[in-house]
Nanobody, 127 residues
Framework: QVQLVESGGGLVQAGGSLRLSCAASGRTFSNFNMGWFRQAPGKEREFVARINSAGGSTLYADSVKGRFTISRDNAKNTAYLQMNSLKPEDTAVYYC????????????????????WGQGTQVTVSS
């Protein structure tokens, strides 16, 4: 089992920045690809970003590309999502996810590509 705990959410004005953190425990962090999804009220869960286990490869949704940056620190068992130039449409609950690297061929942009989910952290962007 892997436990994921998100933090760093909150209320920010449009154009502002937030940094989300995801602290992992329970298994070897470097054996997992990490990602972020989000879900706004009345909408389906949406892929945001993904980073591979070593931190050398990233993937972003088109809606956040150039504004958000995913990173990880394997020594601290923590993944991050730096969010800049925030827009009201970024308002959502943000979920940290972990997918075991041994499961090959899983879809990176789909929730089925991940094994563990955090409880979520609310991000609200006011206009």
């Amino acid at each position: 089992q892997v436990q994921l705990v998100e933090s760093g959410g909150g209320l920010v004005q449009a154009g502002g920045s937030l940094r989300l953190s995801c602290a992992a425990s329970g298994r070897t962090f470097s054996n997992f690809n990490m990602g972020w999804f989000r879900q706004a009220p009345g909408k389906e869960r949406e892929f945001v970003a993904r980073i591979n286990s070593a931190g050398g490869s990233t993937l972003y949704a088109d809606s956040v590309k150039g504004r958000f940056t995913i990173s990880r620190d394997n020594a601290k068992n923590t993944a991050y999502l730096q969010m800049n130039s925030l827009k009201p449409e970024d308002t959502a609950v943000y979920y940290c996810v972990a997918g075991w690297i041994g499961s090959l061929g899983r879809p990176s942009r789909d929730p089925r590509g991940y094994d563990y989910w955090g409880q979520g952290t609310q991000v609200t962007v006011s206009s």
